[in-house]
C-alpha cells in the first residue's frame, strides 16, 4: 500500500467522523428529528445538496461523539508504541474527566456522563449497568483501530478496545460496540473485503469470550447473560446487511427493525449496522454515505461518525468536497493526531530487534566463530577451567563444544 495514501486514509478516517457526526447532529436538530424524509426535505431546501454545505461553525458544531473520539485518540498518540498497561488505561481517566467541561451543550448521554463522573487516574472500574441502548463507547473507539491496525495486533486491538469502553459501558451491547467499530476500522486499513467484515466478526467471538471470561469482572455472569443477544443480532443482521433500499420512509423503518427501543443507532449494535449498511450500499459515493448514514429518523450523529470513519479509512478524501471537511470544528486536531497514529502504526510495522538480557548484561546473544586450542590454552580463565574439569573426569569428549564462560560460547 502507498504510504502516502494510507497517511491520506488515517486523516480522512479521524477527520470525516467529525463531518459525519456534524451533518447527523445539526446542533441536535436533526439527530433529534425522528422523520427522516423531513431532514432530506430540509437538506434540499436550505442547503441544496450535501456537497454544497460548508461544514464548519458555528452553525455545524460536532456533537459529544467527536469530542470522546479525539480524546482517545489523543492519549493513544502521546501513549507512544508501548504495549497496553494499566498507565494506558488510567491516562484515558484522566482525559476523560478532563474533557467534561467540552460535552456540555453537545448532547452528551446521561449514563456516559455519571460514568465518566465516577472514575479516577487510579480506579477505572465501574460496577455492572444493564443500560443497554448508549452508543458512546461505539462512537468514540474507531481510532483505536488506527493504532492497532496490523492483524498482528488483533489481541491489543481486543483488549484495549473492551477496557476503555467498560469504563463507561459495562452491558454488553456498549463495550461491544466499542470492540466492533475498532475491528471494522482496521479492517478497512487492512483492505480486508468490506462484504466480509459481519462474518469475520461472527468468526472471532469465541476469542473475544473468552477473553472476558478469563478476567473474571464481578460482572460476567451478566455479560454471559447478555452475549447470546449480541451474537444473535449480528447472525440476523449478517442476511440484511446488503439490503438497498432507496425511499427515505422506508429505510427509516428498515433502520427500526433492528434498533434499540425504536430510535435507530442507539446502541452500540445498531450504530454500527447502520453505519455498515450505508457503506455497503452507497458504492463508494460520499454524498449517498451521508444521506444513508447520518440523515435519517434515529441517531444521525453517532451513526454519521461512524460511517464518515470508515468512509475515510477505505477511501481517503476521494471525491469527498474540500467544503464539507476542511474547515470541520476540530479539524485541525483531528489531523495531528491521524498523523501520529500513523507514524505508530509505521513504528508497529518495523521488525523489532531483540533487547539485551539486563540480568546478565551480556549483550545480545550471538555465535561466535571457532577459537583455536593454542589460543584457548593461553587464556587464563580457560586454563583454570580445564584444570578443574580433568579432575572431575578425563573421559568427557567434545569439551570445547559445552563450554559456556562469561557469554563466551564455543561450538
Not at 486514509?9 to 427522516?36: E, H, P, T
Not at 462474518?199 to 451478566?222: G, H, M, S
Not at 433492528?258 to 460520499?286: E, K, P, Q
Request: hydrophobic content about 35%; overall charge neutral; proline content about 3%.
Amino acid at each position: 500500500m502507498n504510504s502516502n495514501n494510507l497517511l491520506e486514509q488515517y486523516k480522512a478516517c479521524m477527520i470525516l467522523s467529525g463531518v459525519g457526526d456534524s451533518l447527523g447532529y445539526r446542533s441536535g436538530i436533526w439527530q433529534f428529528n425522528s422523520n427522516g424524509k423531513d431532514i432530506h426535505r430540509e437538506l434540499y431546501e436550505r442547503f441544496d445538496q450535501i456537497e454544497d454545505i460548508r461544514i464548519e461553525l458555528p452553525q455545524w458544531r460536532v456533537s459529544d461523539d467527536t469530542v470522546l473520539h479525539l480524546a482517545i485518540a489523543q492519549v493513544l498518540a502521546e501513549y507512544g508504541d508501548r504495549d497496553p498497561s494499566p498507565i494506558l488505561y488510567s491516562r484515558v481517566a484522566k482525559k476523560l474527566k478532563e474533557i467534561l467541561n467540552d460535552l456540555k451543550n453537545r448532547h452528551p448521554s446521561s449514563s456516559t456522563v455519571t460514568a465518566i463522573n465516577h472514575l479516577s487516574e487510579n480506579n477505572w472500574t465501574q460496577t455492572y449497568s444493564a443500560v443497554t441502548n448508549d452508543c458512546t463507547a461505539a462512537v468514540r473507539s474507531m481510532s483505536i483501530g488506527l493504532r492497532y491496525s496490523h492483524p498482528s495486533e488483533f489481541e491489543k486491538l481486543m483488549h484495549v478496545s473492551i477496557e476503555i469502553s467498560r469504563m463507561t459501558h459495562t452491558h454488553v451491547w456498549g463495550f461491544m460496540g466499542g470492540f466492533t467499530s475498532a475491528l471494522f476500522t482496521s479492517y478497512a486499513i487492512q483492505q480486508k473485503p468490506l462484504q466480509t467484515w459481519s462474518r469475520c466478526l461472527l468468526e472471532i467471538l469465541p476469542t473475544v469470550q473468552n477473553y472476558i471470561k478469563t478476567q473474571q469482572r464481578p460482572d460476567l455472569a451478566q455479560n454471559m447473560r447478555s452475549w447470546s443477544s449480541f451474537e444473535i443480532f449480528w447472525k440476523e443482521f449478517l442476511i440484511k446487511q446488503e439490503i438497498n433500499i432507496k425511499d427515505i420512509e422506508q429505510r427509516d423503518e428498515f433502520y427500526r427493525q433492528f434498533s434499540h427501543a425504536g430510535w435507530a443507532g442507539a446502541s452500540g449494535t445498531d450504530c454500527i449496522a447502520i453505519a455498515y449498511n450505508s457503506l455497503l450500499t452507497c458504492h463508494g459515493s460520499w454524498t449517498e454515505l451521508c444521506k444513508r448514514a447520518a440523515l435519517h429518523g434515529g441517531h444521525g450523529d453517532a451513526t454519521g461518525c461512524v460511517a464518515g470513519a470508515l468512509f475515510g479509512a477505505i477511501y481517503g478524501f476521494e471525491n469527498v468536497p474540500k467544503q464539507n471537511y476542511k474547515n470541520v470544528e476540530y479539524h485541525d486536531e483531528l489531523e495531528n493526531v491521524a498523523k501520529k497514529l500513523y507514524n505508530l502504526r509505521q513504528i508497529s510495522s518495523q521488525p523489532k530487534t531483540k533487547t539485551e538480557n539486563i540480568n546478565t548484561q551480556r549483550g545480545e546473544c550471538v555465535h561466535f566463530t571457532f577459537i583455536p586450542a593454542d589460543v584457548l590454552d593461553n587464556m587464563p580463565a580457560f586454563r583454570q577451567w580445564r584444570l578443574s574439569k580433568n579432575q572431575k573426569t578425563k573421559t568427557e569428549t567434545n569439551v570445547l563444544s559445552k563450554l559456556v564462560f562469561q557469554g563466551l560460547r564455543i561450538n
